[in-house]
């Protein structure tokens, strides 16, 4: 059972940054792909970015291509995703995930984070 908890959101405004964390407690944590969801209000949950187990491949929906960054650190069991330029639709909760198939963390991990809300204001 792989636990997973975030943390570093919080509000900014428009046009700031923020950078999420997601702490594993599983000690195979190097064996995970790791992806990052967010879910706005009213919304379904969608796909954010997601990183292969090695950090060696990435992966970004289209709009936050360019604007957010994954990366994973093995040696301390912990990914994160730097958001730069953010805009108020990125007001969401964000979920940490994880698998150990890179194809399905990015459509449907097995292991879910409680998520951190971020807030862009205008």
């Known amino acids: 059972q792989v636990q997973l908890v975030e943390s570093g959101g919080g509000l900014v405004q428009a046009g700031g940054s923020l950078r999420l964390s997601c702490a594993a407690s599983?000690?195979?944590?190097?064996?995970?792909?790791m992806g990052w969801f967010r879910q706005a209000p009213g919304k379904k949950r969608e796909f954010v970015a997601a990183?292969?187990?090695?950090?060696?491949?990435?992966y970004y929906a289209d709009s936050m291509k360019g604007r957010f960054t994954i990366s994973k650190d093995n040696a301390k069991n912990t990914v994160y995703l730097q958001m730069n330029n953010l805009k108020p639709e990125d007001t969401a909760v964000y979920y940490c995930?994880?698998?150990?198939?890179?194809?399905?963390?990015?459509?449907?991990?097995?292991?879910w984070g409680q998520g951190t809300q971020v807030t862009v204001s205008s």
């Open positions: 599983e000690r195979t944590f190097s064996r995970y792909a």
């Open positions: 990183v292969s187990w090695s950090g060696g491949s990435t």
């Open positions: 995930a994880a698998d150990s198939s890179l194809p399905l963390v990015r459509i449907t991990p097995e292991y």
